[in-house]
C-alpha cells in the first residue's frame, strides 16, 4: 500500500490538504511549491503514515505571500501529458474529447472537440473502492513548482 505525504493547513478546527504525493519519488531530493489560498490558515504542516523501508525528510521550506506563478499546463490536447492511473485502480481516467466524457467544452480551447482527461464512475463495483486516482509524470526542475487543486 502507498503511504501519502500530505501538505496541509489548519485554521482552528478546520483541516485543508493542499498537496499529497502518492508516488515513491527515489532517493534524491524533490522540488513542490503548493499554493495555499486566503489568509485564514494559521499553521501549515505534513503528515505521513508509516511504511515499511520508507524514509521520508524535509529541507528548505520556504513560506511567502502572494499567489504562485502561472503553472505549467497540460491541456491533453495530443496525449495524457504523463498522467498515468494509480496501479489497482477499478476505474480508469481515459484522454477523451469533452462530448465525449459528456461535457458542453473542454476549458483549454472552449471547443466541443477539444480534449479532456476524464473518468466515468457511473459503473459500481460492489464493495469496491468508488475512488480513481491519477499521478502526474515525475517533476524534474531546478525550480520549485507550483501545484495549484
Given amino acids: 500500500m502507498i503511504r501519502p505525504l500530505h501538505f496541509y493547513g489548519v485554521d482552528g478546527k478546520v483541516t ?6 502518492m508516488k515513491s519519488m527515489g532517493p534524491q531530493w524533490n522540488y513542490a511549491q503548493a499554493f495555499v489560498p486566503g489568509p485564514s490558515v494559521k499553521y501549515l504542516a505534513f503528515g505521513v503514515r508509516w511504511s515499511p523501508l520508507s524514509r521520508t525528510a524535509l529541507d528548505d521550506i520556504t513560506a511567502h505571500e502572494g499567489p504562485c506563478p502561472p503553472p505549467k499546463s ?12 494509480l496501479p489497482g485502480s477499478l476505474y480508469h481516467w481515459e484522454r477523451k474529447r469533452a462530448t465525449e466524457a459528456g461535457l458542453e467544452a473542454d476549458r483549454t480551447r472552449g471547443l466541443a472537440s477539444g480534449h479532456v482527461f476524464a473518468v466515468d ?9 468508488t475512488s480513481a486516482v491519477v499521478v502526474s509524470p515525475r517533476y524534474e526542475s ?7 487543486l
Wanted: net charge negative; proline share 6%; charged share 25%.
Fill in 16 to 21: 485543508t490538504i493542499y498537496w499529497l504525493n
Fill in 74 to 85: 497540460c491541456g491533453f490536447e495530443s496525449d495524457e501529458c504523463g498522467w498515468e492511473p
Fill in 121 to 129: 464512475l457511473s459503473k459500481q463495483y460492489p464493495r469496491q473502492t
Fill in 142 to 148: 531546478k525550480e520549485a513548482l507550483c501545484l495549484r
